[in-house]
């Protein structure tokens, strides 16, 4: 791809992950984290967990998104990791909302939920195609050694779980 076409779809791609720093903020600000506009039959555990989730969203992520936008529209690579993660949570977090309740009567939310879920997964994929392995950083013989050590320590409890739930079967 040349650098001009690159450089229309950077633009491309951050004004998409403003919209959707947008979106997370003004469905964090809708919800009951702040306002209580937008209400979910949920049980009170389960509310609980979705004042936390909108918490995280309005302070870490929309913030992020932002941040991600900036490196993004100046094609570099740290902003295209940086859409990655930030539409996998959008996506991750809205496909809940959008198959997750058992809404009695339908609600207008929904349908922003819907809307960043596929704008989230547009940006996943182009992020993803922007993302050039020999551009970035490398790893020093220290970061080696404690990626491997956070390797091992991951696999021990990933095994030691499953033999708990396995166990209890």
Known sequence: MDDNMNEKNDKRLALSLIVLAIGIAANSILGPFVSGVVTYPFSESVRNMTIGLDAVSLILVAPIGVLATRYVHRGKQTGFIAALSLSTYAMYTFVQFIMGPQYIEY????????????????????????????????????????SAIVDRSSKKIAKGSIEAVTSTL
């Open 107 to 146: 609600s207008p939310i929904v349908l922003l939920h819907l809307a960043l879920f596929i704008l989230s997964g547009f940006i996943l994929l182009n992020a993803w195609q922007r993302i050039k392995g020999n551009e970035l950083p490398h790893f020093n013989r220290r970061k080696n050694k404690i």
